[in-house]
């Protein structure tokens, strides 16, 4: 995975967004965050009730799923955080802000997304959600391979439970990844997200599958 001593900034923008930077790459701001909404909404349209979540970024997935049906749908959140910069961030009120992070049904774990994976009991898990990087085909990081790859998407289809959910943010559709999750998965398919990004008509992607 990505190296621990890389750059994070939280800056706010001219337009007065708030902004994340890793190593000087832009991952994500708080003005388009509807594709962070929609990965958690693969989960609840599910039923989960017991979620991981790899990678905090500003919390707006994490947010969605605690606030689902007023607070009383997710049960568990874990959160898989690599780098401790942006915990913080979030902890000093950028994006969703900490009271995300004060809420007793979810404990963020810093840390290799697929560490905190492992760590999970087997088939413990109604959705694993994955936000880690720009998507396996424009990595910001090339460590971060590993998420995407056969070990990594069985490792993350082991914690599920039958029927569960994998769901996969990613930049764009890649067919490589789909082949990878119908290895161990059913009901593979990639969603488009449109997006507006800074007054730019975009598709961001969610791939997805469920657990056999």
Excluded: I, K
Excluded at 29 to 56: F, I, P, Q, Y
Excluded at 108 to 129: I, Y
Excluded at 136 to 158: I, K, M, Q
Aim: aromatic share 4%; with cysteine; hydrophobic share 45%.
């Amino acid at each position: 995975m990505a190296d621990v001593d890389d750059e994070v900034v939280v800056r706010t923008r001219a337009d007065g967004a708030t902004e994340l930077r890793v190593n000087g790459v832009f991952v994500m701001d708080d003005v388009e965050t509807s594709s962070e909404r929609v990965l958690a909404e693969h989960a609840l349209d599910a039923g989960a009730r017991e979620v991981l979540v790899g990678g905090l970024g500003l919390g707006f997935t994490a947010r969605a799923l605690l606030e689902a049906e007023g607070g009383r749908r997710v049960e568990r959140l874990v959160v898989a955080e690599l780098h401790d910069g942006v915990l913080r961030a979030v902890r000093d009120g950028a994006g969703a802000g900490p009271e995300v992070l004060d809420d007793p049904r979810c404990t963020v774990v810093v840390g290799d997304v697929l560490d905190v994976v492992a760590a999970q009991p087997a088939a413990s898990l109604d959705a694993v959600l994955l936000d880690v990087d720009n998507g396996p085909d424009f990595l910001v990081h090339d460590a971060n391979a590993a998420v995407y790859d056969s070990t990594g998407v069985r490792a993350c289809a082991r914690a599920l439970r039958p029927g569960g959910t994998l769901a996969v943010w990613s930049m764009a559709d890649s067919e490589t990844l789909r082949e990878r999750l119908g290895e161990v998965l059913d009901d593979v398919r990639a969603v488009a997200v449109p997006v507006d990004l800074q007054g730019r008509a975009e598709h961001y992607w969610v791939l997805t599958g469920h657990a056999r």
